[in-house]
C-alpha cells in the first residue's frame, strides 16, 4: 500500500514557482464558487511523524482564502471536550455548507495514536474504524466533501527528518519524550496505519497516500489533488444514498390488522388531585437527590419530550425542572432550524446542546424531528429520514457509551382531547400565542403522524433508549408518570456502572484523563 | 423495538381468503416482470423460535412461481461448506438478475445463535455485523433488492406455541434438546435480536419486523410487504452508491513527479540458462513439498496472475503447476464473463473456485479485472471500478481470515519487449491464437494501464494479500522471482498459525465441527 509513496518524486524549484502561482488563483477561483454552494468540505489531514503535516497545513493556508477556511487540530482534549461524548469535538469543527474546514489529526489521530501505543487492540480499533465509515458516510449523504491525505516517508527518509527536526528550537517534535527513538517503530506505526487506511479507504471517501520526502512535490500535489476534488464535486449532483427499499410494512385490510402501538395506550387513565399532589413531592424530592448523585457521579442525563401538539410537553418538563438545582439543567426548546443550524447536517444542532459529565440537557422537541415533522411535511425526502432510523440509532448509542443515561417520552393525546385543549387556549390570552394555524394544520394529518410514530418506535426504542408513550388526556397521570420513570430509570441507571460493554469505545488516553 | 410485534394484530378467516386472491395474483405478476429486469431479489426470513418460520417459506414458496424461485436453508454446514470461507455458501445461494431467493435464516443465522449460545462476544458480533452491513451494500449497489422480515412472538405467546410445537410429531421443534425450556431465555435472545436488527436496520436494507402470533395476519403482511418492495423497486432507478470524489491524486507538472512503481522496475534484469535451470529444479523440489504441507496443515493456496499481456503469465503458471500434484490445484483461466455470471455481481465467479482447506486455485487473471480492463475500457463505470478496492480488500480479509494463503503477481514487460513477443507470436503457427487484434489495442492504452495498476497496488496491496511486482523482460529471470516468492511466503506462511487475531471472525459452532 505505502509502496508507491516510496518511490522518489520530486518537483524542482522553477517549476514548482510556476505550477504554484497557476494553482494559487485556480484555488481561490473555486473556493469563491464554492462559498455559493451547499457544500462543506473536510480536509483530513494525517501521516507518519516527521512528514510535515504542519507544514502542509500551513501551506493550505497561505493559499486559501482565510474566510472561508478554519483549521482544527485534535491532539489533547479541552475540559469542555473531555466531559462530552468523544466526537463532540468533531461536530464542533466540522464546516457549514459552503466553507472549509482543516482537520489535523481529525477523527482518525486517536485510533492511530493509541493502537500504535497499545493502548488498544486491533478489534477496538475495528470497531472505532466502523464508526468513522458510518460518519463519514452519514456526512457525505448529507452534501459534503471529504479529502483525506495521508503523508508517507520510507524509513530511512523519516530516519533523516525526524534528526533534523529534533534539532529544530522551534519544532514541537523537539518536546516529546523519546523523540530520537521514533524512527525505530517505523514498522509497527506503518502496520496500524494500514490497517486504518484500508478499513476506512471507500470509493465515496477515498484515501490519497502522498510521498512527503520532497516538499514541493508533497504540497503542489496536496494544493492540486483538492482543486481537483472540490471542483469535481462542483460540476456532480450531490452525493445521495440509493433509493431506499420501502422501510413500513404493506398492512393486511381490516382494523384488527392494523392496530398500532399508540391504539393500545389506555387514554382513560387518570388520577385524583390528592394523590398527584402527594406522589409529585415525593417525585420532586427524589428527583432532586438523584440529580445531584449523578452531578457526583458525573453522569449526564439527556431528556427528550416528543408528542402531539397540547399533548402536555411543557407542563411535564416543569415539573421535572422545577424539582432540579437550575444549575444542573439546561432546556432546549426546539423550533424550526435558524439559518446558522441550517447550513449544517441536521444533527448537528442537538450535538452542541450535549450535556458535560454530570448535568442535563432536555431537548423539547429534538432530532426526532427528522422522522415527524420532516417526513410529513415533506421537509426531508424519503431516503433522508429512512437512513435517519440508523442515524440516530448511532448518535444515541455513542451517548450512551459515554455514560449518558437517555429517557425519551411520547406524550399522546386523543383527538377529542387536543381539541378541547386548543379551544381552551384560544380563550386565555396568555395562553393564545400557543396556538397557531399550524397546530390546526398537523391535526389534519393525524394518521400521518401517527404511522410516523409508530415507524419512530419500532426503528428507534432500544436497550439504551427505550421509548416511554404516556398516555396525555390526564395531565395529571401524565406528569406522574413522566416523573415515575425518570426516577426509577435513573435510581437503576446510578446504581451500575456504565457498561457500553462490548460495544466499547477506545478508551481515553489515560494520560490525558 | 419489538413493543410494536405486541399488539395483537388479526385478520379472520373470511377475509384472508378475499386478501389472499389478489395477492397471489399480483405476486405471479410481479414476478414475470421482474424476470425481464437485472434485479436479484433477496428474501431473508429470520425470527424468534415457534415463530413460523418454516410455514412462511412454505406459504411464499406457494404464492410465488417455483421456476423464479430458489429456497435455501442455513442450519447446519454442509462438508463443502465447512471447507471454505464462511461466506462461500451465501454466495452460492445469492440469486442471478430476475431472480428471487428465500434465505432461510442467512447470514443472521450464526451471528443470532452463536451470540445467544455465548459462543462470542458482543464485540465479535459487531465485528460481524459490521461485515454483513458492508456485504448487504455492496449488494444493493449492484443492484439487489434485499427484504428482511423479522418474526416475533410475546414471551407467552411464545411458550404457549412451543408447547403446541413439542406435542407434534412433525415439528423439528420437538428434536431439538431443552425444547420445552427455550421460552425460558426469551430475554437474553429478544436481547441479542436487538442488538443484531439495530445495527443492520438501516435506510437502504430495512428490517420489516412482523407479529406472527396470528398466522393469517403474519402471512398475509409478508406476502404484501414482498410485493409493495419489489414493486416499488420496479418503478425505481437502480440503487448507486454516492458519486464518487476523484479517487487518484493530481500529480504536478514535470516526469520527476510522476515516477510510478512499475517505472521503478529494473526490466533489464535477467539470469542465465544454467543458474535458472539449477534454481528451478530446487524451487520446485521445495514447491511441491509445500503443497502437501498446506494439504496436510489444511492451508489452502490462492494464486492471483495479472499483467500486461504477453507478459509471461502462463509460462509462470507452468512452472509451477508442474511442480505440484494434479490432484491438489486448478488453474482458472478467466476471460470476457459468460452469460450466466453476468447474471451476478462481479466477485461471484470467483467466489465459486475458492478452494477447499487444503488445495490451490490459480486464476490466470482474476477480480482485478474490475480495476484493469473493466476501468480502462470503460466495461464498469467510475463508481464501480472505485469502490471496487474497497470489495475486494474485504474479499481478500474473508480469505486471509479462514487461513487461505493469497499471493498476488503482477508480470511487467517494456513496451519494447512485448512488441517483440507480439511479432514472435505471429510467426508460429501455435502460437498465434494468442495474438488478438483486442492486445493490439490495448496496447495503444499503456499509460492508461500503467495508472491502473499504480492505482491498484497503492489501494490493494495489503499485508495479508501483497501485491509482488515482476520484471518480466527476462523470462527465466521472471519465473524464477516468482517461484522463489512462493516458495519464501509459503514456508513463512506454514511456518505460523493463521492468525487473523483481532480480527476474528465469530468462531465457527464447535459441534458442528
Known amino acids: 500500500m505505502f509502496e508507491a509513496t516510496k518511490v522518489g518524486r520530486t518537483v524542482d524549484k522553477e517549476s514548482f514557482k510556476t505550477q504554484q502561482e497557476a494553482l494559487r488563483t485556480q484555488l481561490l477561483e473555486v473556493q469563491r464558487e464554492l462559498l455559493q454552494t451547499d457544500i462543506p468540505v473536510i480536509v483530513l489531514i494525517s501521516g507518519v511523524e516527521g512528514a510535515g503535516k504542519g507544514e502542509v497545513v500551513n501551506r493550505l493556508n497561505e493559499w486559501l482564502d482565510a474566510r472561508g477556511v478554519r483549521t482544527f487540530a485534535f491532539w489533547d482534549e479541552t475540559d469542555e471536550e473531555r466531559q462530552r461524548p468523544r466526537y463532540w469535538r468533531f461536530w464542533n469543527a466540522i464546516p457549514g455548507r459552503g466553507k472549509l474546514a482543516i482537520l489535523f489529526g481529525g477523527w482518525y489521530q486517536a485510533p492511530l495514536e493509541q493502537r500504535f501505543r497499545e493502548l488498544c487492540k486491533d478489534a477496538e480499533l475495528d470497531a472505532e474504524l466502523n464508526r468513522i465509515v458510518d460518519f463519514e458516510r452519514m456526512l457525505i449523504n448529507d452534501g459534503a466533501l471529504i479529502v483525506k491525505f495521508w503523508f508517507h516517508l520510507s524509513e530511512q527518509d523519516q530516519k533523516t527528518r525526524l534528526r533534523e527536526l529534533s534539532r529544530d528550537d522551534r519544532s514541537r517534535w523537539k518536546m516529546l519524550p523519546k523523540k530520537g527513538r521514533f524512527h525505530e517503530h517505523y514498522q509497527e506505526y506503518e502496520h496500524v496505519a494500514e490497517r486504518i487506511i484500508r478499513h476506512t479507504d471507500r470509493g465515496i471517501s477515498p484515501w490519497y497516500l502522498i510521498e512527503a520526502q520532497d516538499r514541493r512535490y508533497r504540497d503542489l500535489t496536496v494544493g492540486k489533488t483538492l482543486l481537483h476534488a472540490v471542483k469535481t464535486r462542483l460540476s456532480q449532483p450531490p452525493a445521495t444514498e440509493a433509493p431506499p427499499t420501502p422501510g413500513h410494512l404493506e398492512l393486511p385490510d381490516g382494523p384488527s390488522a392494523r392496530i398500532t402501538l399508540l391504539d393500545q395506550l389506555d387514554l382513560s387513565l387518570s388520577l385524583d388531585r390528592e394523590t398527584y399532589k402527594s406522589e409529585l413531592r415525593a417525585l420532586q424530592q427524589a428527583l432532586n437527590e438523584l440529580a445531584w448523585e449523578a452531578y457526583n457521579k458525573k453522569r449526564s442525563l439527556v431528556l427528550v419530550f416528543e408528542g402531539v401538539d397540547a399533548g402536555g410537553k411543557g407542563g411535564a418538563i416543569r415539573r421535572f ?187 481515553r488516553d489515560e494520560k490525558q484523563e
Open 321 to 507: 425542572t422545577n424539582a432540579i438545582d437550575a444549575r444542573l439543567y439546561r432546556a432546549i426548546p426546539v423550533a424550526a432550524p435558524t439559518d446558522e443550524e441550517q447550513a449544517y447536517h441536521y444533527l448537528w444542532r442537538f450535538w452542541r446542546h450535549i450535556p458535560r459529565a454530570g448535568y442535563i440537557t432536555i431537548y423539547d422537541r429534538s432530532w426526532y424531528g427528522r422522522v415527524l415533522v420532516e417526513r410529513v411535511e415533506g421537509f426531508a425526502t424519503e431516503a433522508e429520514w429512512r437512513r435517519a432510523y440508523a442515524e440516530i440509532n448511532q448518535f444515541e448509542a455513542q451517548l450512551a457509551e459515554s455514560g449518558t443515561i437517555l429517557l425519551k417520552f411520547w406524550l399522546q393525546v386523543s383527538q377529542e382531547e387536543q381539541l378541547r385543549r386548543f379551544k381552551d387556549r384560544e380563550q386565555v390570552p396568555y395562553k393564545r400565542f400557543k396556538i397557531t394555524d399550524e397546530d390546526w394544520r398537523n391535526r389534519e394529518k393525524w394518521p400521518q403522524y401517527k404511522a410516523a410514530v409508530n415507524e419512530m418506535v419500532v426503528h428507534t426504542s432500544t436497550e439504551y433508549a427505550a421509548w416511554t408513550l404516556v398516555e396525555g388526556d390526564d395531565k395529571p397521570y401524565a406528569r406522574i408518570k413522566v416523573l415515575r420513570t425518570l426516577r426509577d430509570t435513573l435510581k437503576a441507571a446510578l446504581a451500575r456502572e456504565p457498561d457500553g460493554a462490548g460495544n466499547r469505545l477506545i478508551q
